[in-house]
């Protein structure tokens, strides 16, 4: 059978199983009214030709629209006879509008090529709004990421999505396992302990925004529930950034929102779409190999002292020989087989190959991963769906590592009556990761294989870490079901309640005849983290007079949290082989089981003047069953202004400028406590000879409320030279009241145990700028730029009777700062050094930045690409810290040789201070982290049409992402953290960094 004949059965196929299936759910279409007709069209990109799947097409003054579907074709069925203004909108993109004549009975054709627009005044966002709301009424900044964006790009989970595509939006990718989570900041910490994470909700569903047990003991790092969903599924993503813009959300919201939007289905025959990507993970060499790799550590603390560190840096002589530091093989990690040759060193001993070294020489590997996605949307005049599923293969860069992951979906709308529209929404997933174990782990492999004959594995075997078996089994569903009730134009009602439903069941398996418990232990960790939603909103629209308009909106929600965990342990088995919890003599367990309800209910009132000027107003009261009994309700107002004032009469007329709209918006949002923070709680405990007894676990506080946090923000957005470019400027300060702190209390109270009050304060300030331009456009090229830049500077103001809370809280400082001892005499030779504890840098990135640009040739083949920075913070290069004192850092080598011979002779306090096996300092080896990285680079080529029968577009696509780092870091990676999305101080400590993917991905839209 020829490749043609396969192909065109094949498509047959799967055209009449549809068909058949479209019947049995939705029925035959109805016939069209007798004085209508149907108009149907292309939707396209005008640069590439690619379909623009989800734009929002409909007939102007009549309730007739319908979504494009992934081929870029739409089909409006019962328009009314005569001429009709046909109109299309996406995110990002230009609006289109024709004028088409329809005749009853028959199809009328229309089609549309749009072009990018990053500001478009009449696109309609939901975030932030009570229901939608067109851009021009919004008076806070609401960033968008279009399905076009993800499509292009080299993206493989949903976190990645938002990663350098919105401003002021911090994704770090802490560990580079497969099914590792990304840690999400929204203009940075306000919280001085609570949860900075923003609030994420998908399809009017809030999922849970932290981390789902993993394996941050053992494997340092934490799964996040975010990556559950299917990338190709996301048709938009919009983003509130913080106080301002999330009143309407209530407490928790004060981090800021995304909301992701899935795809839709559109009327007309079903339409596939298959995308096959396959590719391959590796890791770059791991440490310095020759003194020109080796930096000087830099920090806030040097910066500040340049009478200490005149050079503007720790200024030490490494005393390494030129050319190669007896470090070829990159930290033993990337060359274990070879051994080095130390003796440029008289003191220090050369090693051989590891005896556990892999068979291939590397304890790295090229990892394979592939990918298959299959999708099909379609429907008729008053149902419509979209199918999906995917399957996923990733392999980690050491083996055993790698994730299997399933997903499929179906989104159902239904309009059975005019003004009536039902929307289900389902989601499944399964995850199945193994793991290594890593991290700040004695049976860490990064540990064991860095430290050398000074690990803990018998004769330096490091393979024997890896019998040690971690595996992670996910299960994810989310289910939402959204009603809308529009009884007239005016009035519109919207009711939503939903589900995000996680369990995890996590194993740690040490066998029979492990070298670290040779008798063998197994822990078991079963999770259920419930999430359900309900929610309604109504809305009025009305014109006052002809230039007044007024919407009144209301609501409520309700929210339940539900947390479950059951921890066993047991060990001293009687032998080898699979052993389950009860084979062995020392078993243990631990249950907890944690609801958390919240409540609240909002008005809002926006007044429109001659459609250029909106003030909204508006309040929302929550309730929350974590709050004190006796604080009763948080209330949470917000004002907003947006004006157009470009066109105004009076505004002064500008060829250059398209459109100008200045913003500014206050409000409130919050924190809540933890589940027992207010209440006061006895613990069992037991006194001499196993008695029984019960202490004070909690003191509580009946007055304990929400932290408050109260923003300003103010902006503008310009559009510029017919849409070819764009600015969007926000500045904001940010200033939390009443912050959650906890307070050692007096003896007599009878508890050692600290009680949280409400007696912080933290002030953070910033501004965002985002700016897109369009140097070049043609009708067979175009290239455009894009780029960003936001800063956040935070403080502590107050913590009531406190100066400090740990190390890295202090008044006067910003949030999360690094304290801890630096050396004071540096230059000084011959004497130890003299530590004293100083702040020595900022834990967060206080400045983020991105760039973009993209090349379109011909209308077929494009180059894409993004790369994003982050500077102002530093990280802790624990890694060397804990190698210099096992004498098996090489960048220390030199040092340390020379110690060996001669004492502290010859070495300065600095020297000593870093390299010194028994007098390194934390706080010396905090160095400055700033990066820039290429996130993702794709070239793509769409196919001729009609290249492959039946099928309307064919691309392919060569992609890649982390393929480059620029930083003066002196750690393996800058973004790799211990202890994952919980670590709120981050510093790296024999942790893995993002690796480079690189992808092959060809789509096939049929």
């Known amino acids: 059978m020829t490749l043609r004949t396969f192909a065109n059965r094949t498509a047959n196929a799967l055209r009449n199983i549809t068909v058949a299936l479209a019947f049995v759910a939705f029925g035959a279409v109805g016939v069209a009214a007798q004085n209508t007709g149907t108009v149907t069209g292309l939707v396209r990109d005008a640069v590439s030709l690619q379909p623009l799947a989800g734009a929002q097409v409909s007939v102007e003054g009549t309730g007739v629209g319908g979504l494009v579907n992934n081929v870029g074709r739409f089909l409006l069925l019962n328009v009314p006879s005569g001429q009709q203004t046909i109109n299309v909108t996406l995110i990002g993109y230009s609006a289109g509008s024709q004028t088409v004549s329809v005749t009853a009975g028959e199809t009328a054709t229309v089609d549309f090529r749009l072009r990018e627009q990053a500001l478009a005044l009449e696109g309609v966002i939901v975030t932030g709004t009570a229901g939608q709301a067109r851009r021009r009424e919004v008076g806070n900044v609401v960033e968008s990421i279009s399905s076009a964006d993800i499509e292009m790009a080299a993206i493989t989970t949903a976190s990645e999505v938002l990663q350098g595509r919105a401003s002021g939006l911090q994704i770090t990718s802490t560990e580079g396992s497969p099914g590792s989570g990304s840690a999400i900041r929204i203009r940075g910490n306000s919280s001085l302990s609570q949860d900075n994470q923003p609030l994420i909700y998908i399809d009017g569903v809030r999922m849970e925004n932290g981390s789902i047990f993993a394996d941050d003991d053992e494997g340092g790092a934490d799964m996040s529930a975010l990556d559950g969903i299917n990338p190709s599924d996301i048709d938009r993503v919009e983003v509130v950034k913080g106080p301002a813009a999330t009143t309407l959300y209530g407490t928790e919201a004060a981090g800021g929102v995304i909301q992701i939007f899935t795809k839709r289905g559109s009327a007309g025959a079903p339409a596939w779409s298959l995308n096959v990507e396959g590719g391959l993970t590796n890791m770059p060499l791991q440490g310095p190999q020759s003194a020109s790799d080796v930096g000087q550590i830099q920090n806030q603390f040097i910066d500040e002292n340049p009478d200490l560190f005149p050079s503007g840096d720790l200024g030490v002589d490494y005393m390494l020989p030129e050319g190669s530091i007896g470090n070829d093989n990159g930290l033993r990690l990337n060359d274990c087989a070879s051994g080095q040759d130390l003796s440029m060193y008289s003191t220090l001993d050369s090693y051989g190959a590891e005896p556990g070294c892999p068979e291939s020489g590397s304890w790295f590997r090229d990892a394979i991963q592939q990918r298959y996605n299959l999708s099909v949307r379609g429907g008729g005049e008053t149902a419509t769906y979209f199918v999906s599923g995917r399957y996923a293969e990733e392999q980690g860069v050491v083996d055993p590592q790698g994730q299997d992951s399933y997903n499929v979906r179906a989104n159902i709308q239904f309009q059975p009556v005019d003004g009536l529209d039902i929307a289900l929404n389902n989601m499944y997933t399964r995850r199945n990761t193994v793991w290594i174990p890593n991290g700040n782990n004695a049976s860490g492999l990064f540990l064991n294989v860095l430290r050398g004959e000074r690990g803990y594995t018998p004769n330096n075997d490091d393979s024997l870490v890896l019998v040690n078996d971690l595996d992670s089994f996910v299960n994810q569903w989310v289910t939402s079901v959204s009603i809308g009730w529009s009884p007239t134009s005016s009035l519109s009602h919207r009711l939503n309640f939903g589900l995000d439903h996680t369990s995890v069941d996590f194993t740690d398996f040490k066998p029979f005849g492990n070298y670290e418990n040779p008798e063998g232990d197994r822990e078991a960790d079963e999770q259920v983290d419930r999430n359900f939603t309900f929610d309604y909103n109504g809305s009025w629209r009305t014109d006052v007079t002809e230039t007044v308009s007024s919407s009144f909106s209301w609501g409520?929600?309700?929210?339940?949290?539900?947390?479950?965990?059951?921890?066993?342990?047991?060990?001293?088995?009687?032998?080898?082989?699979?052993?389950?919890?009860?084979?062995?003599?020392?078993?243990?367990?631990?249950?907890?089981?944690?609801?958390?309800?919240?409540?609240?209910?909002?008005?809002?009132?926006?007044?429109?003047?001659?459609?250029?000027?909106?003030?909204?107003?508006?309040?929302?009261?929550?309730?929350?069953?974590?709050?004190?009994?006796?604080?009763?309700?948080?209330?949470?107002?917000?004002?907003?202004?947006?004006?157009?004032?470009?066109?105004?009469?009076?505004?002064?007329?500008?060829?250059?400028?398209?459109?100008?709209?200045?913003?500014?918006?206050?409000?409130?949002?919050?924190?809540?406590?933890?589940?027992?923070?207010?209440?006061?709680?006895?613990?069992?405990?037991?006194?001499?000879?196993?008695?029984?007894?019960?202490?004070?676990?909690?003191?509580?506080?009946?007055?304990?409320?929400?932290?408050?946090?109260?923003?300003?923000?103010?902006?503008?957005?310009?559009?510029?030279?017919?849409?070819?470019?764009?600015?969007?400027?926000?500045?904001?300060?940010?200033?939390?009241?009443?912050?959650?702190?906890?307070?050692?209390?007096?003896?007599?109270?009878?508890?050692?145990?600290?009680?949280?009050?409400?007696?912080?304060?933290?002030?953070?300030?910033?501004?965002?700028?985002?700016?897109?331009?369009?140097?070049?456009?043609?009708?067979?090229?175009?290239?455009?730029?894009?780029?960003?830049?936001?800063?956040?500077?935070?403080?502590?103001?107050?913590?009531?009777?406190?100066?400090?809370?740990?190390?890295?809280?202090?008044?006067?400082?910003?949030?999360?700062v690094e304290y801890d001892d630096i050396v004071l005499n540096p230059d000084e030779v011959g004497v130890v050094p003299d530590h004293s504890s100083e702040v020595v840098g900022v834990l967060w990135p206080e400045q983020l930045y991105s760039f973009g640009t993209r090349f379109t040739f011909n209308n077929s083949l494009t180059f894409d690409l993004l790369a994003e920075g982050q500077a102002g913070f530093v990280k802790t290069v624990g890694i060397g810290w804990a190698t210099v004192r096992r004498e098996t850092w090489p960048a220390c080598f030199g040092i340390q040789d020379e110690f060996n011979q001669n004492g502290i002779t010859n070495l300065t306090a600095a020297q000593q201070s870093l390299c010194g096996a028994s007098s390194s300092a934390w706080g010396t080896w905090t160095d400055r982290a700033d990066f820039i990285k290429l996130r993702s680079a794709s070239l793509s080529y769409r196919l001729p049409d009609d290249i492959i029968p039946y099928a309307q577009s064919v691309q392919l696509s060569v992609q890649g992402k982390n393929l480059f780092m620029i930083t003066d870091y002196q750690g393996l990676d800058p973004e790799a953290t211990d202890s994952g999305l919980s670590n709120q101080t981050p510093f790296e400590y024999y942790n893995m960094g993002p690796p480079r993917v690189f992808i092959f991905s060809a789509t096939v839209n049929f």
Request: proline fraction near 4%.
């Open 556 to 816: 409520g929600q309700l929210y339940e949290e539900f947390n479950f965990r059951l921890n066993a342990f047991d060990a001293v088995f009687a032998g080898p082989g699979d052993q389950l919890l009860g084979d062995g003599t020392l078993p243990s367990i631990g249950e907890s089981r944690l609801t958390i309800r919240s409540g609240g209910f909002f008005l809002q009132e926006q007044i429109g003047l001659n459609d250029r000027l909106f003030i909204t107003g508006g309040v929302r009261w929550d309730g929350f069953s974590t709050f004190g009994e006796g604080f009763g309700l948080a209330a949470y107002p917000k004002v907003s202004a947006a004006y157009t004032i470009s066109e105004e009469s009076f505004f002064p007329q500008i060829d250059a400028l398209d459109a100008l709209k200045l913003r500014g918006a206050w409000g409130r949002s919050g924190r809540a406590p933890g589940a027992f923070d207010a209440v006061k709680i006895y613990e069992a405990t037991q006194a001499d000879e196993f008695v029984p007894a019960v202490i004070i676990g909690n003191l509580g506080n009946a007055d304990l409320g929400p932290e408050i946090s109260e923003e300003i923000e103010a902006g503008l957005e310009m559009s510029l030279f017919q849409s070819r470019a764009t600015v969007d400027f926000t500045w904001y300060t940010q200033t939390t009241n009443d912050a959650l702190i906890s307070v050692q209390e007096a003896p007599s109270f009878g508890t050692e145990e600290a009680t949280l009050r409400n007696l912080g304060e933290t002030e953070v300030k910033g501004i965002e700028a985002v700016a897109s331009f369009v140097p070049v456009r043609s009708d067979n090229f175009e290239w455009s730029i894009n780029g960003s830049y936001s800063t956040n500077k935070s403080e502590i103001i107050d913590m009531g009777p406190l100066q400090n809370l740990g190390f890295s809280l202090r008044v006067g400082q910003p949030l999360r």
